[in-house]
Structure formats: structure tokens, C-alpha cells
């Protein structure tokens, strides 16, 4: 019981300190500086600590530093206590889904048994889809709460958006379910020991309509439809200042880890390394003693699942600045008319391999 | 641009500005008829992230390790570190030209001062011993002049140009931009591109 406990703690300590720690303030950094050196700039290096600049490391901070002393501002006639809320209700599930998303396999370590994941849910992937949902509700509060036309405008285009790639992405998922048989992510991930039985060489389709699901339930370029700024100045967080604006902005970041993750657990063989199981780690490290080996077999679990989630920020980040803003009917177009059909047909396909396979 | 410069009647042999079948507008396909492949969608989009991507690794690479004496992709300029190297065509703080013996080529003849749009320049001439005019006071107020170049083509003796100093033109307080004739001798050699080019572009003009 006590050692549940701990083991718990650690986890989410261990997620908390990279999500939030790590990854939420690196990856403003990250975007300034990729979109800078894809566009032949050099990007931001000018925030100094005593003449040491670290390409530009130190501006995360500085960032922090100036939202927090700036002006907390609620627009008059602005539904005080939605406005209040909204941030914090879109930032919450983006950091609470990570939860379900396994980052490493399972260990026996001092005769306790470790699952490197927060929650071991049963249905796993339609917790993701619930709580991505919820997301919703913090943007079209935000946008209706701020009592401005453009916020407003962007609220009701955030949630056509999401609404319509959620049902979407419900169906893409659908096709790794019925080839994996769970629901569960740890199942999933462990049977993508091998590199053939990766999701993406079974659902190839699947991973290319999940990943475009995923991007624009995120409400990033290509499809930053609800923030849009060269229509809608800034979408449903047009009158948001200081820290309920990067609210909005960590909630972004972190979905983008979180649907990193879910590619990665769902397609590219979470955990493992290419035909390295999880046994064969153990045995590997079995010099360092039981426990030794378990933790190092743990320690490279998690780092290659990190390598993945970080290509996948990458790739995400890239996609972003490379292709332009889709209009808003051909959003819509894309969602039903292309990959509503096409994931139906995917699951065909799959069900019919399945029964003849 | 295809009209050759006859400022005289007499055509110039040589063309001046972009040559006429390079400014020919080239036919742009407003609304191609998507092929097959493009209507797909996924692998453009993944030509276009590879181009990108591209761009991406190889600066990468560079910023990692920058390659030596290789021209560098990069164009950005950190201002106050690296300055930018002008054409002779940039039109900056107007200077006073002088002579091997560090004197001033002007002779007062005080066209700059009539030609001079903002009425930034006041000239006081006097003789000297020889019985020839120079200019006792050249005065330029860096707070009226505009950079438009007319005191350096009106100059019959090359002895105004503009120069390509674009540091220290503003001031705090508008008494420090009036500039007197020692502050704006400058040496014959560091204006030189500049001599070159506006005999150049003004030589056309026969004065």
C-alpha cells in the first residue's frame, strides 16, 4: 500500500517536473528557435545573464518574468467568473491526459511491481478522447466569456473545429483497437515489441489520419482556425493578458507533448527499441544486480520514449511553420468529407484483414 | 526600362535598368487543375516538409559548426556586433572631401547652399593669400538635411559627397547636429567608391 504510494508520487512527480517543468517553458523556446532556422534566421539570443546568452536559453524566463508583472486585465462587461476560469479549464486536461500514456514497461523492483504509467486505465484511449473534449469547453468559455466579437468568433469556430476532428479522430483509433484488441495503452504498447507489429506498419492509413486529427484538435497551423490572427487578431484569446494568456499557451504546448505521446504509444512502438524487448534490457543489465538492471531497463525505456516524443514535437513544430492556414469550409471539408470516409474505410479494410487473417 | 537614356538626343550604346525580356511578366497559373497525385494531399505535404527540413538540418548544421570561409545561408545581421557593408549608391551623412594637404577642396562657390532643398547648408567664403575663395565657415545642420544628394551633384569640385556613415546622425540635442566644416573633412580615400560611382551616374548630365 505505502510502497503504491510512493510509487505513485514518483510517476507523477517524475511527468509533472518534465511536462510542466521541461517541456511547457522549452518549447516556446523551441518553436522561436526552429521556425528561425527553418526560415534562415537566427531566432531569439538576445536575453543575457552576465554575457552569457546559451542561444537564447535564458528567454523562457525572461518571458515568464514579464507575463507575471504584467497587468492581470478583465475586459468591462466580460463574464468575470467564466473569464477567470476558462484558462484554467482548457489547461487542466491538457495536463491531466498524460496520465494514461505509458512511458516505460513493467518492473519488478525491490519485490514491488512498477508500471511506468500514472494510470493504468482499462479504456485508456477514450479517457484521452474525454478529456480532450473537455478542452473544448475551456476555449468557447473563453471566447464567450471575453465579450468581444472576435473572441466570440473564434469560441464558435473552436468548437465546429474540435467537435467535428474529434468524432474523426474517435474513428481513426478505432482501426489500432481492432488490430492490437485493447483499449488499454500499456497493452498496446507492450505488444509493439517488434518493429513489424509498430502501429504504423499495421495502420499506416490510421497513423496519417490520427496524426491529422490530432494537429487540429490541437488548433495549430494548418489549422489554427480558432486563433487565426490575420483574421480574428488573436481568436478566443484576443482579451487575455499575463498569466491566464500563457495558461492558454502551456495548455497548447503540453497538448502537443500529449499528442506526441499518443503517436508515439499508438504507432511507433512506445517504450520499445526495435527489436529489443523488455526482458532482453533486463538480461542485458543483469550485472547491476535484480534491481540494478531493472532500473536501468527502466531508465532506457524512458529515454527512447522521450527521443520519440521529442521528434514528434519536432515534426509537429515543423508542420506548423511549413504549411499555410487552411480556409475555414476546406477545414471542414477535410474533416468530413476526407477523413471521415477514409477512416470508415480504414476500419473496413482492417475488419476485413482481420476475419481473413 | 527599355527606353535607352537620351537626356542629349544622342542614344547612349549602353541599356540601361533590367533588360525588357526579363521584366516580361511570366505566365502565372492562377487555378491549375490539381493532378491526381497533388489532390492526395499527403505526399506534397511531405515534399514541402522536406524542403523545410532541409532548410532546418543544413542550418542546424551550421549553427552547430559553422562552416569556415563558406558562404553562410544566415543573413541576419547582429547590428551593434556586425555592421552592414553599404553599396556606394547608399546615401549617408553628407562629408566634406579634402585634399592630400588635409585642406578642403571647396572653393565657396556656394551652389549646395542655393540647391540645397532643406536649407540645411550656410557657407561663409573668404580669399585666402593665393586670392582664391574658400570657404571661411561651412555649416551643415544635420537636424534639416533630408539625404538628398543634390549639394554632391550640383558639385562642380567633388567636394561635398555623401558618405556612408549612418552612425551618429541623430542626436539628442539638435545644437550637436549642426555640424561645422572640421567635423565633415573626411579623407579623399575614404569616400572613395562613392567619387567612383557618382562619376559614374552623373557623368551622363556633361557638366
Known amino acids: 500500500m505505502f510502497a503504491d504510494m510512493i510509487e505513485s508520487v514518483a510517476k507523477i512527480l517524475f511527468i509533472f517536473t518534465v511536462n510542466l517543468g521541461f517541456f511547457a517553458p522549452i518549447l516556446g523556446w523551441v518553436e522561436r528557435k526552429q521556425s528561425a532556422l527553418m526560415q534562415d534566421r537566427i531566432g531569439a539570443n538576445r536575453a543575457d545573464v552576465g554575457g552569457f546568452t546559451i542561444i537564447g536559453l535564458f528567454h523562457p524566463i525572461s518571458d515568464a518574468i514579464k507575463v507575471i508583472m504584467k497587468e492581470d486585465f478583465i475586459p468591462a462587461g466580460a463574464e468575470k ?33 512498477v508500471n511506468l504509467v500514472i494510470a493504468d486505465l482499462d479504456v485508456g484511449i477514450l479517457y484521452v478522447f474525454a478529456f480532450s473534449g473537455l478542452a473544448t469547453y475551456g476555449v468557447v468559455l473563453a471566447g464567450w466569456a471575453s465579450r468581444n466579437n472576435w473572441s466570440l468568433i473564434g469560441g464558435l469556430r473552436a468548437s465546429a473545429q474540435m467537435l467535428s476532428y474529434e468524432v474523426a479522430m474517435g474513428l481513426t483509433v478505432i482501426g489500432v483497437m481492432m488490430v492490437y484488441g485493447t483499449l488499454k495503452l500499456t497493452e498496446i504498447g507492450a505488444m509493439q515489441e517488434s518493429l513489424f507489429h509498430w502501429g504504423v506498419f499495421l495502420q499506416p492509413l490510421g ?35 499575463s498569466f491566464k494568456f500563457v495558461m492558454f499557451w502551456m ?60 521528434f514528434f514535437i519536432w515534426l509537429q513544430m515543423t508542420i506548423r511553420w511549413t504549411l499555410p492556414r487552411f480556409r475555414y469550409d476546406q477545414v471542414m471539408k477535410l474533416c468530413w468529407k476526407m477523413i471521415l470516409p477514409l477512416s470508415l474505410v480504414n476500419i473496413l479494410i482492417t475488419g476485413l484483414v482481420l476475419l481473413n487473417g | 526600362m527599355d527606353k535607352k537614356t537620351d537626356f542629349d538626343q544622342t542614344k547612349l550604346e549602353e541599356m540601361v535598368g533590367v533588360p525588357l525580356d526579363r521584366l516580361k511578366p511570366k505566365r502565372v497559373h492562377r487555378n491549375p487543375e490539381l493532378t491526381l497525385w497533388e489532390k492526395i494531399y499527403v505526399p506534397e505535404v511531405v515534399r514541402g516538409l522536406g524542403i523545410t527540413t532541409r532548410h532546418f538540418v543544413s542550418n542546424m548544421i551550421g549553427f552547430v559548426a559553422p562552416p569556415s570561409g563558406k558562404k553562410r545561408s544566415i543573413f541576419t545581421v547582429y547590428y551593434p556586433e556586425e555592421k552592414v557593408e553599404l553599396p556606394p549608391a547608399y546615401r549617408g551623412r553628407p562629408v566634406l572631401v579634402a585634399k592630400a594637404d588635409g585642406t578642403e577642396k571647396c572653393v565657396a562657390c556656394g551652389l549646395c547652399e542655393k540647391i540645397c532643398p532643406a536649407k540645411a547648408i550656410t557657407i561663409e567664403a573668404l580669399e585666402n593669400a593665393m586670392g582664391e575663395r574658400y570657404p571661411y565657415k561651412y555649416t551643415l545642420d544635420g537636424s534639416r538635411c533630408v539625404y538628398c544628394g543634390y549639394c554632391e551633384e550640383v558639385c562642380p569640385k567633388e567636394a561635398i559627397v555623401m558618405s556612408a556613415e549612418y552612425e551618429g546622425l541623430a542626436e539628442r540635442d539638435r545644437r550637436q547636429m549642426i555640424y561645422s566644416k572640421e567635423q565633415l573633412l573626411r579623407s579623399e580615400e575614404s569616400v572613395k567608391g562613392r567619387l567612383e560611382y557618382i562619376r559614374r551616374i552623373y557623368a551622363k548630365w556633361n557638366y
Open chain 1, 251 to 310: 495548455g497548447e504546448f503540453l497538448e502537443i507533448v500529449t499528442i506526441a505521446g499518443l503517436v508515439t504509444t499508438l504507432f511507433f512502438g512506445a517504450w520499445h527499441i526495435p527489436f529489443v524487448s523488455d526482458s532482453a534490457l533486463v538480461s542485458f543489465f543483469h550485472f547491476a544486480g535484480p534491481n540494478g538492471a531493472a532500473v536501468l531497463a527502466m531508465l532506457v525505456n524512458i529515454t527512447t520514449f522521450f527521443v520519440k516524443v521529442c
Open chain 1, 81 to 113: 467568473l467564466l473569464h477567470t476560469l476558462a484558462p484554467a479549464i482548457s489547461l487542466i486536461p491538457a495536463i491531466i491526459t498524460f496520465a494514461v500514456v505509458p512511458f516505460g514497461g513493467q518492473y519488478e523492483l525491490f519485490g514491488h511491481h
Open chain 1, 207 to 241: 497513423f496519417i489520419l490520427f496524426f491529422t486529427c490530432a494537429v487540429a484538435e490541437n488548433k495549430r497551423a494548418p489549422f489554427d482556425m480558432p486563433e487565426a490572427e490575420s483574421e480574428l487578431v488573436a481568436g478566443y484569446f484576443t482579451e487575455y493578458s
